[in-house]
């Protein structure tokens, strides 16, 4: 079961409210306003700010 893309119309990044991207080669959420990366297991995104890994360009 993949990720549902129809779901980054109503989630957020929970530190910035910014709109997160999906990266499905690496199977994560961006957030470019936070400039943090977010982790989906098991095709369920983990919205948790501790989770989340800095985004490196």
């Known amino acids: ?3 549902d893309v129809k779901l980054l119309d109503i989630i957020a990044c929970p530190v910035s409210k910014g709109k997160l991207e ?3 080669e690496n199977n994560v959420l ?3 306003a936070s400039r943090l990366v977010y982790p989906i297991n ?3 995104p983990v919205l ?3 989770q989340a890994t800095p ?3």
């Open 30 to 32: 961006i957030c470019r």
């Open 42 to 44: 098991d095709s369920i």
């Open 22 to 24: 999906y990266d499905k």
């Open 48 to 50: 948790l700010e501790e």
């Open 1 to 3: 079961m993949a990720f």
């Open 55 to 57: 985004l490196e360009e």
